[in-house]
C-alpha cells in the first residue's frame, strides 16, 4: 500500500528508504487510510464491501508497478490468449486483491455462515484430528485467508503461516482482525522448526505455496521451473501427516466454497525423502496449474 501512496517518485521513494522518520510517517497514514477504509467497509453489507474493493482495486492496481509482473505470469500461463483477454483477467486479479482488503472489515459475519466446505472422505485429519494432522497447502485462489476459518470450524485445530507486513501498524491492524480466523497464527519462516513444534502440539498446518522461496527447489509450472519449497511435503513425510491440498473459490451470491483433495503421495516410496518431496511438490504445482486453467 506504501507503494500506492509514493507511487513513481522515485526521489520520494529514496527519501523513504533513508529516512526513519518519513517511513514512519508513511507507515502511520498508510494504516489511518486503511482504517478509514475498513470503517466505511463494516458499514456495507459483506457482499457490498467485496464489491467496493474490487471496483477501486481494479482501477488502481493495472497502475502499479507490480502490474507488469501479473501480465508476464499470465503471458505464460495462457499464451494463446489475446492482450484484451489478458487485461481484463488482469484487473479481476486486481478486484480480487481488492475484495480480500475489504473483507477483513467482514471477516466475523463471513466465518459464521458464510463458508461452504466440501471434504474429501480420504483424509483422515477431518475424522480424527486429535490423532492425525494434516499440512494443508493452497494458493492464492479466492479469499484465500478463509481457508484457516474453514478448517478450524471443521473442528481440526489448526495454525495458520503468514507473512508479516512491512508496516507494523498495518501488520498489527490486520492480526486483529484475523483473530475470527479461529486459528493460530504463525509468521512465515523459511526455517521448519516453529511448523514442527505445532504438528508436535497436535496441530495441523495451513500456508499457501504459490510463492517464488529463494531457498527452495525448482519444481515445473507451465513448463517453466519455479523455485518451490519443499517444506510441506517434508513435514508431511517426517510427522506421518497428510499433504492435502484446498481451494478457495467465491460463489455468485457472496459464500465460499472450500474444496479439500484427496491427501497427495510421492510416486515412489522407495525413493529418498528429498526425492519424494519433490514428487509431491510437483503434484501440488501441477493442481494449482490446473485449477488456474
Same mark, same amino acid.
Given at each position: 500500500?506504501?507503494?500506492?501512496?509514493?507511487?513513481?517518485?522515485?526521489?520520494?521513494?529514496?527519501?523513504?528508504?533513508?529516512?526513519?522518520?518519513?517511513?514512519?510517517?508513511?507507515?502511520?497514514?498508510?494504516?489511518?487510510?486503511?482504517?478509514?477504509?475498513?470503517?466505511?467497509?463494516?458499514?456495507?453489507?459483506?457482499?457490498?464491501?467485496?464489491?467496493?474493493?474490487?471496483?477501486?482495486?481494479?482501477?488502481?492496481?493495472?497502475?502499479?508497478?507490480?502490474?507488469?509482473?501479473?501480465?508476464?505470469?499470465?503471458?505464460?500461463?495462457?499464451?494463446?490468449?489475446?492482450?484484451?483477454?489478458?487485461?481484463?483477467?488482469?484487473?479481476?486479479?486486481?478486484?480480487?486483491?481488492?475484495?480480500?482488503?475489504?473483507?477483513?472489515?467482514?471477516?466475523? %459475519?463471513?466465518?459464521?455462515?458464510?463458508?461452504?466446505?466440501?471434504?474429501?472422505?480420504?483424509?483422515?485429519?477431518?475424522?480424527?484430528?486429535?490423532?492425525?494432522?494434516?499440512?494443508?497447502?493452497?494458493?492464492?485462489?479466492?479469499?484465500?485467508?478463509?481457508?484457516?476459518?474453514?478448517?478450524?470450524?471443521?473442528?481440526?485445530?489448526?495454525?495458520?503461516?503468514?507473512?508479516?507486513?512491512?508496516?507494523?501498524?498495518?501488520?498489527?491492524?490486520?492480526?486483529?482482525?484475523?483473530?475470527?480466523?479461529?486459528?493460530?497464527?504463525?509468521?512465515?519462516?523459511?526455517?521448519?522448526?516453529?511448523?514442527?513444534?505445532?504438528?508436535?502440539?497436535?496441530?495441523?498446518?495451513?500456508?499457501?505455496?504459490?510463492?517464488?522461496?529463494?531457498?527452495?527447489?525448482?519444481?515445473?509450472?507451465?513448463?517453466?521451473?519455479?523455485?518451490?519449497?519443499?517444506?510441506?511435503?517434508?513435514?508431511?513425510?517426517?510427522?506421518?501427516?497428510?499433504?492435502?491440498?484446498?481451494?478457495?473459490?467465491?460463489?455468485?451470491?457472496?459464500?465460499?466454497?472450500?474444496?479439500?483433495?484427496?491427501?497427495?503421495?510421492?510416486?515412489?516410496?522407495?525413493?529418498?525423502?528429498? %526425492?519424494?518431496?519433490?514428487?509431491?511438490?510437483?503434484?501440488?504445482?501441477?493442481?494449482?496449474?490446473?485449477?488456474?486453467?
Amino acid at each position: 500500500m506504501a507503494r500506492i501512496l509514493i507511487g513513481k517518485n522515485k526521489t520520494l521513494r529514496r527519501l523513504t528508504e533513508s529516512s526513519s522518520w518519513l517511513n514512519g510517517l508513511i507507515w502511520r497514514i498508510e494504516d489511518s487510510l486503511f482504517a478509514l477504509f475498513l470503517m466505511i467497509c463494516a458499514r456495507l453489507s459483506p457482499t457490498g464491501a467485496s464489491g467496493l474493493g474490487r471496483w477501486i482495486m481494479s482501477r488502481v492496481g493495472p497502475r502499479q508497478s507490480k502490474h507488469k509482473h501479473v501480465m508476464r505470469n499470465l503471458q505464460l500461463a495462457f499464451p494463446e490468449k489475446s492482450a484484451d483477454e489478458l487485461a481484463a483477467i488482469s484487473r479481476a486479479v486486481w478486484g480480487n486483491m481488492g475484495a480480500i482488503f475489504a473483507e477483513y472489515a467482514q471477516l466475523e %459475519d463471513i466465518c459464521r455462515d458464510r463458508l461452504d466446505v466440501v471434504i474429501h472422505p480420504a483424509i483422515r485429519t477431518f475424522q480424527d484430528p486429535a490423532h492425525h494432522q494434516a499440512v494443508f497447502v493452497s494458493a492464492h485462489f479466492g479469499n484465500w485467508e478463509l481457508l484457516a476459518a474453514a478448517i478450524s470450524r471443521s473442528q481440526v485445530p489448526v495454525t495458520a503461516v503468514f507473512t508479516p507486513l512491512q508496516n507494523p501498524l498495518l501488520d498489527a491492524r490486520l492480526a486483529r482482525q484475523r483473530r475470527h480466523l479461529g486459528c493460530h497464527l504463525l509468521p512465515r519462516d523459511e526455517s521448519m522448526r516453529p511448523l514442527i513444534r505445532e504438528l508436535a502440539q497436535g496441530r495441523s498446518i495451513g500456508l499457501v505455496m504459490d510463492q517464488r522461496v529463494d531457498s527452495g527447489h525448482p519444481v515445473p509450472m507451465f513448463g517453466i521451473d519455479k523455485q518451490t519449497t519443499l517444506i510441506p511435503a517434508r513435514l508431511a513425510l517426517r510427522h506421518d501427516a497428510e499433504l492435502v491440498a484446498c481451494r478457495c473459490d467465491r460463489q455468485p451470491d457472496g459464500r465460499f466454497r472450500f474444496e479439500f483433495f484427496p491427501p497427495i503421495v510421492a510416486d515412489d516410496e522407495s525413493a529418498s525423502e528429498v %526425492d519424494r518431496a519433490i514428487q509431491m511438490s510437483q503434484k501440488v504445482n501441477a493442481l494449482f496449474e490446473q485449477w488456474i486453467t
